[in-house]
């Protein structure tokens, strides 16, 4: 079926390091989300990327979306402990309702 | 305001016991998605409902998992016969635009647990 992989499955830093997670689709995609969720919560949005290789910044965080619309990244520069936490990918392919999302990537800060 | 809220928080069923869970979306929204999230992965969908219509239900694992918005605000999934198989956490978001290209609020979720 309709896919979109997402790695690594974990990653671990050292705080102050940087981390970045990759999406990849089967199928064009019509948009990406990316997600957090904090262990034990709920995804919370970040953002949504619509238009091949657009670039968006949030403060140490930096989202592309592919050109071919087929892949997505999500880096975090210099991580900090409040960036502990499992983020997610999600898209839309076929239906307008339905958001396929990735498996996710949980960072982890080494102590 | 509030956020997504669902009730309860924790279930635990014995195989076979009918379950309902409860989803109060934010007062407003047009959109409401259930979602099944294993542990360690990602949320699947299940369902998604514009106003008190059902729109796509092709998450739906079984004819077993039912879910309804009568009046458009509040959600109840309905599961019948439950499996170990459907122990899971399942999460309620809802959305102000009538798709998904906007951002979803999610509530905290129901944890599952078939005995």
């Known amino acids: 079926g309709q896919q979109v992989m997402q790695i690594p499955q974990y990653q671990h830093v050292q705080e102050g390091e940087d981390f970045t997670t990759y999406c990849n689709s089967s199928?064009?995609?019509?948009?990406i989300q990316w997600y957090k969720q904090r262990p034990g919560g709920h995804p919370v949005f970040l953002i949504q990327?619509?238009?091949s290789g657009e670039v968006k910044k949030q403060k140490r965080l930096t989202f592309q979306f592919g050109e071919a619309k087929k892949n997505s990244s999500l880096h975090i520069t210099a991580t900090q402990t409040t960036d502990v936490g499992t983020y997610f990918c999600?898209?839309?392919?076929?239906?307008?309702?339905?958001?396929?999302w990735g498996a996710g990537t949980k960072l982890i800060i080494k102590p | 305001g509030a956020g997504v809220s669902q009730s309860p928080r924790y279930k635990v069923a014995k195989r076979g016991q009918d379950v309902a869970l409860r989803c109060d979306p934010i007062?407003?929204?047009?959109?409401l998605f259930w979602y099944q999230q294993a542990l360690g992965q990602g949320p699947e969908f299940l369902t998604y409902?514009?106003?008190?219509?059902?729109?796509?239900k092709s998450g739906l694992p079984s004819d077993r998992f039912f879910a309804e918005r009568p009046e458009g605000s509040v959600s109840t999934l309905k599961i019948q016969r439950t499996q170990q198989e459907d122990s899971a956490v399942y999460l309620c978001?809802?959305?102000?635009?009538?798709?998904?290209?906007?951002?979803?609020?999610f509530g905290p979720g129901t944890r599952l647990t078939v005995l």
């Open positions: 978001a809802s959305s102000p635009i009538g798709d998904a290209y906007n951002e979803q609020f």
């Open positions: 007062s407003g929204h047009v959109s």
């Open positions: 409902f514009q106003n008190e219509a059902q729109l796509d």
């Open positions: 199928t064009t995609l019509s948009n």
């Open positions: 990327l619509v238009k």
């Open positions: 999600a898209g839309i392919m076929d239906s307008n309702y339905q958001l396929i």
